[in-house]
């Protein structure tokens, strides 16, 4: 259901979902309606859409940029961020997309910059009923500045296959099936986004993937190996813009929220160390382990495509990749989007 508070009628995102047919209940602002992920509600809110991804010194940053409009996902993955986050589990959005055009615009106008709006929900879960990536396509067109990526993991990607794709990654969080079913409720089967970024892909995007978080099972070599084998399989390298590789981490508070899910998660069998920034992480030896092999079963299998590690040590760059890439600034200036390469 969509609920619109008082002081975002007329804003553009609502009076676009007006235009469309949406079917709107408006509210006093601060109305609490009930707190349930098929709740959506557009607000008036106006600051900081744009800002860096919040790294630490001490783990290597690529210097993401995040368009924060929606907060908030249908999804319910059991290691989400937003369980400790957000004080909500509804969804909230902020109708004022003219401000977000504003500020997305103004964050790539001295230079390239990567921007995506992934990580306070899922870029394309509720596509179909707020249709942001309409508004945010053109947005992207408007210069070429700007590298914009939805990052799903779903299958919503109709109003993506209408548009032309001009200055946009389209790209899909990736884990085995047998760990989307237990660790992924309301998410698309893996076959479903292959086949999703294959239509993408056809239709010109360019893609990304990211293989995070990595999952520790007993059975990881195999999952994982079978993972790499589908998608290297389902869409042709030349395609792929890059991909990230992470192992599975969290604040002490989301351990917490973990143990609290109806449902039983593998997660909390994992033996964790506290990490320089205060994270729960996989022992060292462990996430070598699991970056080496995924690293190594994707080199089998495409040998140029751009790899990192998102928020790593760079030890574990020295050891696994090509050396520590750095701070921010020259990390980021380690993507095809700053520095072009052909593939053949
Ligand atoms: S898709 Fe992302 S934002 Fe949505 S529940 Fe899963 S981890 Fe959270």
Redesign the pocket.
């Known amino acids: 259901m969509i609920f619109v508070e008082k002081s975002a009628l007329g804003l553009p995102l609502t009076a676009f979902l007006e235009r469309e047919g949406a079917d709107m209940t408006v509210i006093d602002d601060g109305f609490p309606v009930e707190d349930k992920k098929s709740n959506i509600v557009l607000t008036a809110r106006k600051d900081n859409f744009v800002h860096p991804c919040p790294g630490t010194g001490i783990y290597r940053c690529c210097n993401y940029h995040v368009a924060d409009i929606m907060q908030g996902?249908p999804?319910?993955?059991a290691?989400?961020i937003?369980q400790a986050y957000l004080p909500h589990r509804h969804i909230r959005v902020s109708a004022d997309t003219a401000a977000v055009r504003e500020a997305i615009l103004a964050a790539v106008k001295n230079g390239k910059r990567r921007v995506g709006t992934g990580e306070l929900?899922?870029s394309l879960a509720l596509d179909g009923l707020v249709p942001l990536s309409r508004i945010l396509m053109p947005v992207a067109a408007e210069t070429d500045n700007i590298q914009f990526e939805f990052k799903t993991?779903s299958d919503r990607v109709e109003n993506l296959l209408a548009m032309r794709p001009v200055n946009a990654v389209v790209s899909w969080s990736l884990n085995p099936q047998e760990i989307i079913d237990k660790e992924?409720p309301l998410?698309a089967p893996l076959a479903r986004r292959l086949e999703a970024a294959r239509a993408c892909s056809r239709h010109g995007y360019k893609l990304g993937f990211h293989f995070d978080p990595l999952i520790m099972t007993e059975n990881f070599r195999e999952l994982y190996s079978g993972l790499i084998e589908r998608l290297t399989d389902s869409v042709e390298e030349s395609s792929v813009e890059f991909i990230s590789v992470s192992t599975f981490r969290c604040p002490a508070e989301l351990l917490d929220c973990i143990r609290r899910r109806k449902t039983p998660s593998s997660l909390l069998l994992g033996d964790f160390i506290r990490g320089l920034d205060g994270k729960a992480r996989y022992f060292k030896a462990v996430r070598v382990e699991m970056l080496r092999f995924v690293l190594e079963s994707l080199r089998k299998r495409w040998k140029k495509v751009f790899i990192y590690f998102c928020m790593e040590h760079e030890s574990l760059w020295d050891k696994l990749l090509a050396g520590d890439p750095g701070d921010r600034e020259s990390f980021e200036a380690l993507f095809p989007f700053y520095s072009p390469r052909i593939i053949s």
Do not use: M
Request: with cysteine; proline share 0%; aromatic share 16%.
């Open positions: 996902c999804f319910d993955c290691y989400c937003l929900s899922d993991k992924e998410t």
